[in-house]
């Protein structure tokens, strides 16, 4: 793929990525598109009734927004949002260690899905938004497993509690979908968006 329309968006506006995770930022990078980042600190709490797919909808469009209102015109910000989803079950990133611990043994053995969103903004104004999903499979893992996993440090800071690039990818048995989705930073679904936000703007 070309990504001709976010090419093009960065070409006639300064791309801000509006996130803290260095794989987005090397997701991104790999595309030699020139961008600025900014983290953004919002409350990440789902609404009552609220369908998971629609709050990482939502945190990706507050994280863009939060962003965006303090931006130059002439900035154009990419917020996003990962989830994992287990049946009826929002899992995000781990409060702390036990807390880890019960997410994976809970995807151990069974299949989940993984929903990245993203949004584009300028100022105050949402020019599109989306999410892309994608079904992971864990294999069955011994606690023993989980907590050396654990003890690397690399399940903190993700949703899910893994990281299916690193030393996660024991876990993951197969994907059905991109594994860019699954990483945090779905490229095929930021093209996407990038032409529907050209035709606003």
Known sequence: MTYSNLR?????????LGSGSPRRVE?????????????PDIHESIE??????HYARRLAQDKALEIGRISPPDHIVLGCDTIVVLGDHLLEKPNDQKHA??????LSGKQHVVCSAAAFVCRSNVLASGYELTKVFFNSVSDEEIESYIDTGEPMDKAGAY??????SFLVD???GNLDTVVGLPRTLIERLAGEALLVI
């Open 8 to 16: 093009e968006l960065a070409a006639r506006y300064t791309l801000v």
């Open 27 to 39: 997701l991104l990078s790999e595309l030699g598109i020139a961008f600025a980042q900014m983290i």
């Open 174 to 176: 197969r994907i059905e």
């Open 48 to 53: 009552d009734h609220e369908e998971p797919y």
């Open 101 to 106: 611990f019960e997410i994976l043994r809970l």
């Open 163 to 168: 990281g299916i690039q690193g030393m996660g």
